[in-house]
């Protein structure tokens, strides 16, 4: 005897057709209660996953730029002073005493100078930052490279700060290099610099565009017993570094005083 002897039920007979009892899928389909617990969790999590994920597409398409730009607004508006360094006073420092003036002044300073150039005592490479980023802050930024940051990082690390170099390896030769984002042109922000300098009642030379494109004025000055030559150049700062979202109107100065 088979184990397992079910025969098919039939409904209706004729002489050729026979047909199967169907009454069994036309009754109602519903799922028992645990099931639809079940159902509806897993209904509830599609829910909020995909909530989640569409504030997160949202947030980054319409907010992230509203975001960054009030970020960049912030640290271009901060209240940072340049506190630029004279280079004609600091022109009769030696490098130790140079470096002590930035300490008395307070100025957190980022030293870039290549150990050659240490070693050998004859100049130095020295970023004064702004008065609100730490040294750890800065060493993280600059490791990035300043064309790689966000212009609202860029705005940050640039606005307040200057760097100095001095090379005494052959003469004399000093210079200052710097953001400028409040002078508006390049013209404006290289007569802030000659008066910022202390360079207005001195011997006005050369001026106009160098071979690089940069704009530049030209000039001497006399101290003590030597007639230094200094030039105040300019560009537009993207021209520098390309950190897209910073101002149109941002310009690149360096200042240089030699003998």
């Known amino acids: 005897m088979a184990l397992h002897d079910h025969k098919p039920e039939y409904v209706d007979t004729d002489d050729t057709v026979r047909y199967l009892d169907g009454s ?35 947030d980054e398409v319409v907010n992230a730029p509203a975001r960054a730009a009030a970020s960049l607004e912030e640290n271009l508006n901060r209240d940072v002073a340049l506190d630029l360094p004279s280079l004609i006073e600091l022109v009769n420092y030696s490098n130790e005493d140079i470096r002590a003036s930035f300490d008395e002044a307070g100025y957190t300073i980022y030293d870039k100078t290549d150990e050659e150039t240490a070693a050998a005592g004859v100049g130095f490479d020295l970023i004064k930052l702004p008065s609100d980023v730490s040294l750890e802050e800065a060493g993280l930024l600059y490791l990035q ?21 001095v090379d005494r390896a052959s003469g004399t030769d000093f210079r200052v290099r710097y953001a400028d984002f409040a002078s508006g042109t390049v013209d404006a922000a290289i007569q802030n610099a000659i008066i910022a300098e202390g360079l207005s009642d001195t011997t006005f ?23 230094y030559t200094w030039q105040v150049s300019a560009c537009p700062l993207s021209g520098v570094y390309d950190n897209d979202g910073l101002p149109e109107s941002a310009v690149y100065v360096g200042v240089r005083l030699y003998l």
């Open 205 to 227: 030379g050369d001026s106009g565009v160098d071979g690089s494109g940069n704009t530049f004025q030209a000039g001497t000055v006399a101290i003590g017993d030597a007639t």
């Open 24 to 58: 069994s899928l036309s009754r109602p389909f519903d799922l028992p209660r645990n099931q639809w617990l079940i159902a509806a969790v897993f209904l509830v999590a599609a829910i909020g996953i995909g909530g989640y994920f569409g504030f997160q597409i949202i």
């Open 145 to 165: 490279g300043v064309s790689n940051l966000s212009a609202a990082d860029a705005a940050k690390l640039l606005n307040g700060s200057w760097e100095i170099t």
